[in-house]
């Protein structure tokens, strides 16, 4: 078993900044992609920010330069941090990983957490 637990999440005024972490735990072998996605009210989830095992990474346009990913793969962490928050942030926000668990025979699968709010208030 696979989990992605997430933390800080939470309201703050537009222009704000805010740091958003993620704990991956279990039986994992490997990690390739993590990343963040997030879904707004009647909308869709979508892609915010995807970083690659040696550092690549993948933005929306909506939050190129405003947001950064990193990851450590020793402690098996994604991070996002926020900045400039705009009401247009406002959502849900979902850690994702591939992850390779149980074996090294057995397959990459995709794995998400919980979610963790973030409210930027206007």
């Known amino acids: 078993q696979v989990q992605l637990v997430e933390s800080g999440g939470g309201t703050v005024p537009v222009g704000g900044s805010l740091r958003l972490s993620c704990a991956a735990s279990g039986s994992i072998i490997s990690v390739k992609d993590m990343g963040w996605y997030r879904q707004a009210p009647g909308k869709q989830r979508e892609l915010a920010a995807l970083?690659?095992?040696?550092?690549?990474?993948n933005y929306a346009d909506s939050v190129k330069g405003r947001f950064t990913i990193s990851r450590d793969n020793a402690k098996r962490m994604v991070y996002l941090q926020m900045n400039s928050l705009e009401s247009e942030d406002t959502a849900v926000y979902f850690c994702?990983?591939?992850?390779?668990?149980?074996?090294?025979?057995?397959?990459?699968?995709?794995?998400w957490g919980q979610g963790t709010q973030v409210t930027v208030s206007a």
């Open positions: 970083i690659s095992l040696v550092g690549s990474t």
């Open positions: 994702y990983a591939n992850v390779m668990s149980g074996g090294f025979w057995s397959p990459f699968k995709d794995y």
